[in-house]
């Protein structure tokens, strides 16, 4: 009997291997060819599943929006059952720093989809993300929380401080990658203005507080 093929556990290896080729060489060198070679597959099964390649990059700039949920959730548990609003936007800001192989494989990739989707006609016709407002809304929410807790101060402007933090948590992370810093200054510097926002650290009663840096 033939082995039944898992259609969306092969389209998720080929957008592995699209990643991972693309981490090495940059995605504007990245030809369905080479992610062929890369998942160990034939060029013809690339096509089967991805007609083109811009395609197979939009499928790609998903498979990496769910694995940087993944990471969010992670550092999200990491931080304890009740981790609060503070330990939540930290989390989600923090996640997008290329402080690993993996994550800066994340950050090199998701910058270049950028770059090509302002160049390349075919991928400008599509949405570069399904919701590109979900990071602002869920740090807005988060922000909101805290202030109805009364851990941020009371003139606190919960939108414009998210834009402002996904805003330099983005230009941090393309520092690191370029070395013009290191993970650990950027995220001083994130830990400094969450101090600024969050009043006693934004920490629920009985956490240690945590002293402004940078």
């Known amino acids: 009997m033939p082995k039944r093929v898992d259609h969306d556990e092969r389209r998720t290896e080929i ?8 981490g090495r060489r940059g995605l ?9 070679a890369e998942a160990g597959v034939s060029l013809r099964l ?29 550092r999200v548990r990491a931080a304890g059952d009740d981790p609060g609003p503070r330990a939540m936007v930290e989390a989600l800001l923090k996640a997008s720093l290329p402080t690993d192989e993996e994550s800066r494989t ?8 950028a770059v090509l989707a302002v160049t390349d006609e075919a991928l400008a016709a599509q949405p570069f993300i399904k919701n590109p407002d979900a990071a602002e809304d869920a740090v807005t929410d988060l922000l909101l929380q805290a202030k109805d807790a009364q851990l941020t101060r009371p003139c606190t402007d919960a939108r414009l401080e998210a834009i402002s933090l996904l805003a330099m948590a983005a230009g941090l992370g393309t520092s690191i990658l370029v070395g013009r ?4 200054s950027a995220a001083a510097v994130l830990d400094h203005h969450l101090a600024r926002i969050f009043q006693d650290g934004g920490r629920s ?8 840096r940078g």
């Open 28 to 36: 504007h060198a990245v030809g369905m060819r080479d992610v062929a």
């Open 46 to 74: 690339v096509q089967y599943y991805f007609q083109t390649k811009e395609k197979l990059l939009l499928y790609g700039l998903q498979h990496l929006a769910g694995g940087f949920g993944e990471r969010v959730a992670a």
């Open 205 to 212: 009663d009985g956490e240690p507080g945590e002293r402004p």
């Open 106 to 113: 994340f950050q090199l990739v998701h910058t270049s989809y």
């Open 181 to 184: 810093r290191s993970p650990e």
């Open 15 to 22: 957008a592995e291997a699209l990643v991972r080729v693309a």
